[in-house]
């Protein structure tokens, strides 16, 4: 038999063309499989943070509408709850909750028969709401109740209403107050309008009723989630999960959905994107690869086993970055980019899409803490840090105070100069806690013009001066009012101090709450300390 010579540079042709064929192949499969997984894990946050930021915004927006509309409630005259006359007068004078509420609002008494609205539509203000759910719930509870999105009786407008209790001096209920903003309120609305990518939508979903309020497509309005199909996912989404999923037999068929619950589970914000649109990138990256693989396998056999290393290793390297970064036990950290050609685009995109996914997660959770108009610490984060200073003076057996701040008159600054003046009045008070208090002293804004003030390390008497210090420097302080003279106000302070074991947080507030009532009862503007008995 006689064999055939092949020359060196033939050998080490096919020596080359043979490592390519052994090492690139698997090589790319590990690659991108690794590469996609971890792509598609990208893309899939990238969904949820828009989603989560669409919700949060809606939930921001009925939250600030059923805080106004509550506030509302609280002032009503309860006494005059028959006195038509009187409650339409008094709805008609709060002119900025109809900024808020584009159909207006309704006061109904305990029987269910309406007392009178603003703005007036036809027979509203004599109506029977009996049989509505969102008044029974209030009614049932005494808390805030949502109705499912319907047409209105009367606007004959796609609505959902909010509705809270009226309750007298003895707590008792004695009316239900509904606000109705129409489906179609952009300064609502607005963001869950907006499409996802090309081809995405949102849709806004009752769950209770399963019933879609509103989203991108204004014709999915009030139809039932279960007309779109049924899918695993999206009942799991609807009994309470959160995230993002797969979804096959529901709207727009193979989907990225993305689900978000808000105002405590009554809503779910749905994003849904097909995937061909949103793993577009994986699919476009995998043809490129393919290509690339094809043309090294085929065409370039010489000195390209080098070269395809060479240019392959910082793709390698980052796959490797990415796989690392994946696993529990690491966080997500900038990939080294040494080129300017698609690898480093790829890469430099990359971590440009973490610093916008670590943006995000800061701005959401600096919201999820803090107090929109102050900046303060809402009530939430202010008892979570309040408990853990509680915990550590127990533990080293420090002194720790408390006060309880309220601003004097506040409702007549309202009435006289309007929320906005309100608000700067807010503002101003916060301003003067930042120049006043340590940076160890905690200040939350408990609701409306109540604050807490928690002072770690510091006795009874010493926290009465610091309060003393704090009203007279309140006192002095002007706010500028535009085209009209500078407005001041006092508050009123409620100081306790702790030094023992057997209390909490809520027992603090509690006495320092008595502490505060006493200081408005015996003329305001003034600092009382509690007597303390543990």
Excluded at 157 to 172: F, H, M, R, T, Y
Excluded at 366 to 389: I, P, S, W
Excluded at 428 to 449: N, P, Q, T, Y
Aim: contains cysteine.
């Amino acid at each position: 038999m006689k064999f055939i010579s092949l020359s060196l540079p033939n050998k080490i042709g096919i020596s080359v063309f043979f490592l390519i064929c052994c090492g690139l192949l698997p090589l790319y499969f590990y690659t991108a499989s690794t590469l996609s997984s971890d792509l598609q894990e990208v893309l899939s946050n990238q969904q949820v943070t828009y989603v989560n930021f669409t919700a949060n915004d809606l939930e921001q927006k009925i939250r600030l509408r059923t805080v106004a509309l509550q506030d509302i409630a609280n002032h009503l005259p309860a006494d005059q709850i028959n006195n038509r006359s009187a409650i339409r007068n008094y709805l008609e004078e709060r002119l900025a909750i109809y900024r808020l509420f584009s159909l207006g609002v309704v006061v109904i008494d305990k029987h269910g028969i309406g007392v009178a609205d603003h703005p007036h539509f036809k027979n509203r203000d004599t109506a029977d709401f009996s049989e509505l759910e969102y008044f029974k719930q209030v009614m049932t509870s005494g808390e805030l109740a949502i109705g499912k999105p319907r047409v209105g009786r009367f606007s004959q407008k796609l609505v959902v209403g909010i509705a809270v209790p009226v309750k007298d001096k003895q707590g008792s209920i004695v009316a239900v107050l509904a606000g109705f903003i129409a489906l179609t309120d952009t300064s609502v609305f607005d963001q869950t309008k907006a499409k996802l990518g090309r081809t995405g939508e949102y849709i806004l979903v009752s769950v209770s009723d399963r019933a879609i309020i509103t989203g991108t497509d204004d014709a999915h309005n009030l139809h039932t989630i279960s007309e779109f199909g049924t899918d695993q996912n999206i009942e799991r989404f609807m009994s309470g999960t959160e995230g993002t999923a797969i979804t096959e037999n529901f709207h727009k068929g193979k989907a990225l959905t993305s689900a978000k619950r808000l105002l405590d589970g009554r809503w779910i914000l749905l994003g849904v994107l097909p995937t061909d649109e949103a793993f577009a990138p994986i699919t476009t990256l995998d043809k490129q690869i393919k290509l690339a693989s094809s043309l090294i396998l085929f065409f370039i056999v010489g000195m390209m086993w080098f070269l395809m290393h060479y240019q392959l290793r910082p793709l390698t390297v980052a796959t490797k970055l990415i796989e690392k970064m994946s696993s529990k036990d690491n966080s997500l950290h900038e990939i080294p980019v040494h080129s300017q050609d698609e690898v480093g685009q790829l890469l430099t995109s990359f971590n440009r899409l973490q610093l916008d996914l670590k943006a995000s997660h800061e701005a959401l959770e600096h919201q999820a803490n803090h107090d929109f108009l102050t900046n303060l610490e809402n009530r939430r984060h202010f008892m979570e840090l309040a408990e853990l200073e509680l915990s550590r003076s127990k533990r080293y057996g420090s002194s720790l105070s408390l006060f309880m701040l309220d601003i004097d008159h506040f409702k007549k600054v309202n009435d006289i100069y309007g929320h906005k003046a309100g608000d700067t009045v807010l503002k101003k008070l916060s301003g003067l806690f930042r120049d006043s208090l340590r940076e160890v002293d905690i200040a939350g804004r408990m609701g409306g013009e109540e604050f807490a003030i928690l002072l770690p390390e510091t006795d009874g008497q010493h926290a009465v001066d610091v309060a003393e210090r704090l009203r007279k420097s309140i006192e002095e302080a002007k706010v500028m009012l535009e085209g009209g003279p500078p407005l001041r106000f006092t508050v009123s302070i409620g100081v306790v101090s702790h030094t023992g074991n057997k209390t909490n947080i809520d027992i603090l507030l509690n006495y320092a709450d008595q502490a505060l009532y006493k200081a408005k009862e015996s003329g305001r503007n003034k600092v009382v300390l509690v007597d303390w008995i543990e």
